[in-house]
């Protein structure tokens, strides 16, 4: 296993005495196994004794603010190393040395800067900075056997050509527009889109990965490609798009404030049903920030794509660039950024891998690497690299603008509420005595049918028992499991939160087969905010993939209530959100079924559980009389 930052370094940054750092190292628990060598400064190894760690970057040139990041990093790295004692290999202390070349990211003196480091005797490599120059050091190192790791060359066709001394600790760039050509057509059912390019970005991986995978892939149609050479042309684009109806629009460019253009004039010619895709190409997340600037309220509803990692985003981060701004490098030395962190880690994933090995040899290092199970990085968590030599996980995030705040599709499982939670697993022959039936058909419910579920029947009459219990105070997060596969318009499963016959929150599985945009064309996932009887126009729908069940989860957080699916109940993707003013009171959650009053028979609900957090008791609900509550047509 990968040791965690500190231990792996002993006391970082420490200026207690060397000793207890030693100690500290052989002692931590995940630590390298006695690898790093508590030694005084006076006894470093001998000269003859040394690992020689290269680094081949853009240290001149438009791209050296990368470049000269990345040596710094690496530096950084190797000073923690050797300040421990440096490396233990078969009983023998070694310092680790680095070597950097220039290759300016021209692939003409990437020739050169790999065959000096080559000369000076590298066993592995941190780089190229760029792709250009990468894919001729890659061929260069391969044919010697040495390993080359890059930090910031993202390229797919570095890792598809099959070297495998070639691994990329950074996201390709293909990921994450083929995840989006996947969320956009199979989980939020956009079906077509129209594609927006700069002139100078029409032949990218971001946009050929996406097309490839929208249309081939995932079956989805692209209306057009519209080329454009400044904002002046969008207006005339967006006319074009209009006329082919297209749901979504796909912006790659990582321009924000143009992006957020794209999106307010989109809106000014009335396409407030077509949201935007905006591919950033970038992992700077305060772009958000431009585009919401350029776009104003236009910005709701639409989509951002980010890949690799947000600074701001990385656990280690704060600690490394504190460290990295105290070591006061001459060049760039004022902050890491993503390059540093990127970079840093790459060295720590050769150096953990050298320890492993035990040995000096490239091909031992090399097989190393691959076989790298895990590492805790300044970025995050790696678990490995693939068979390509791709690093896992691929770091990235979509997200969405809802109520002016930017929500991640996919979010992180630590960014979601953790409560203490209370569960009905409906185990028992009857019901606890938190819950309340409104209208009820004890006819059209049991626990015993489908024992270890709730089971409805669901019936003409829409909304027939409903199932409740007293909404907790405060914020909160209410969950559920459905097995439901509807199968005409309007009939629905699911969570619900509610006020009274017209006023509610209802999540949950249902089919509609009426036309964009308040229906997914099947079978679903529906967001709906009711009032007065009548759906709003902020509802949210989703297409869903799973076969006959589903997660649902509601949280409720000051005035919003963000609503999330998922196959499993562990991996969850974003419904959407609604803001409930002041003048609503929720009063009651619980289960609910509907119809929307159209003929059903036969048509059966099973909920697993209903789960709420945080734990506390609830008290009956007294005195609710029946009513019926219609679902109103969409």
Known sequence: MFAKRNAFIGSYGSTLPFIVAAICLILLPGGLRQTFSAMAASDQPQAENTITIGVQAALSGGQQYIGWRQVNAVQLAMDEINAAGGVDIGGAPYT?????????????????????????????????????????????????????????????????????????????????????????????????????????????????????????????????????????????????????????????????????????????????????????????????????????????????????????????????????????????????QTWGAFAYDAARIILEAIDRADSTDPADIRDSIAAAPGYEGVVGSYEGFDGKGDVLPQWGDMMRSLNGEWLSLHPDPATLPVYTYRTDNFASTTLASEWAWLNEDPTRWSLTANPGFLRITLQQTSFTNWLVQPTQAGDFDIQTSVSFTPTANYQIAGLLLYQDNGTYLLLGRAFCGHSYPNCVEGNGIYF????????????????????????????????????????????????????????????????????????VEGVLADFDFFQVGPSAAPELIKNLLPFIVRLPAR
Not at 191 to 209: F, K, Y
Not at 569 to 598: C, E, F, I, P, Y
């Open 96 to 336: 680790v040395n680095l070597v950097y070349e220039d290759s300016e990211c021209r692939p003409e003196q990437a020739d050169d800067a790999a065959n000096a480091l080559l000369g000076a005797g590298v066993v592995a490599v941190i780089g190229d900075t760029c792709n250009s120059s990468s894919f001729v050091a890659q061929e260069i190192f391969d044919a010697a056997g040495i390993s080359m790791v890059s930090a910031s060359s993202t390229s797919p066709q570095l890792t598809d050509q099959g070297y495998d001394t070639t691994f990329l600790v950074i996201t390709r760039d293909d990921t994450w527009p083929i995840r989006a050509a996947e969320a956009l057509y199979s989980t939020y059912a956009i079906h077509s889109v129209a594609i927006i390019a700069m002139e100078d970005n029409v032949d990218i991986p971001a946009i050929n990965a996406f097309v490839d995978a929208y249309e081939i892939t995932f079956g989805g149609t692209i209306t057009s490609t519209n080329i454009i050479a400044s904002a002046d042309d969008i207006n005339a684009a967006l006319v074009k798009i209009q006329g082919e109806g297209a749901y979504g629009i796909y912006f790659p460019w990582n321009d924000a404030t143009l992006a957020g253009q794209v999106a307010l004039e989109t809106s000014n010619l009335g396409m407030v049903d077509v949201p935007i895709f905006w591919d950033s190409m970038s992992e700077v997340k305060a772009m958000l920030n431009d585009y919401d600037t350029a776009a104003g309220a236009a910005a709701e509803m639409n989509y951002a794509l980010f890949y690799y990692r947000d600074p701001s985003e990385m656990p280690g981060y704060a600690e490394f660039n504190a460290d990295y701004v105290a070591s006061a490098f001459p060049n760039y030395g004022d902050e890491a």
């Open 528 to 599: 709906d905010h009711a009032e007065g009887g009548a759906l709003v126009s902020d509802n949210f729908a989703m297409r869903t993939a799973y076969l006959d069940h589903a997660f649902l989860r509601l949280i409720r957080q000051g005035e919003n209530y963000t609503a999330y699916v998922s196959q499993d109940g562990a991996d969850w993707w974003l419904v959407g959100r609604h803001v409930m003013g002041s003048g609503v009171s929720l009063s009651s959650m619980g289960l609910a079924t509907g119809t929307g009053n159209q003929t």
